[in-house]
Nanobody, 126 residues
Framework: QVQLVESGGGLVQAGGSLRLSCAAA????????MAWFRQAPGKEHEFVAV????????DYADSVKGRFIISRDNYKNTLYLQMNSLKPDDTAVYYC???????????????????WGQGTQVTVSS
């Protein structure tokens, strides 16, 4: 089972960009479907993006489509989330999550992921 550590969060002005990283410790990173979730204060956990291990397909929450890009570097065992045109509503703690061999359709549900990072804070000022 992989262990996940996020980094790259911080404070940015609206319209700016950040790139989050999620380093995975483990030898089988390539067999994990990887996702990003976020949680803002007083709000529920929210799906952000997913990247399938088997075909590289991606999907995004409507709120971030066209602004965020999820990618992975299998040589570095690292997942990324490039966040552009940031808005104050993007302020949240961002988590990466993993599920080995997952190919189902419920990838936007946090309950299907069995490994999570500790989270990294992203704050977007107006």
């Amino acid at each position: 089972q992989v262990q996940l550590v996020e980094s790259g969060g911080g404070l940015v002005q609206a319209g700016g960009s950040l790139r989050l990283s999620c380093a995975a410790a483990g030898r089988t990173f390539t067999t994990y479907t990887m996702a990003w979730f976020r949680q803002a204060p007083g709000k529920e956990h929210e799906f952000v993006a997913v990247l399938s291990w088997i075909n590289g397909n991606t999907d995004y929450a409507d709120s971030v489509k066209g602004r965020f890009i999820i990618s992975r570097d299998n040589y570095k065992n690292t997942l990324y989330l490039q966040m552009n045109s940031l808005k104050p509503d993007d302020t949240a703690v961002y988590y990466c999550a993993a599920n080995q061999y997952y190919t189902g359709r419920n990838y936007n549900r946090g309950g299907i992921y069995d490994t999570w990072g500790q989270g990294t804070q992203v704050t977007v000022s107006s």
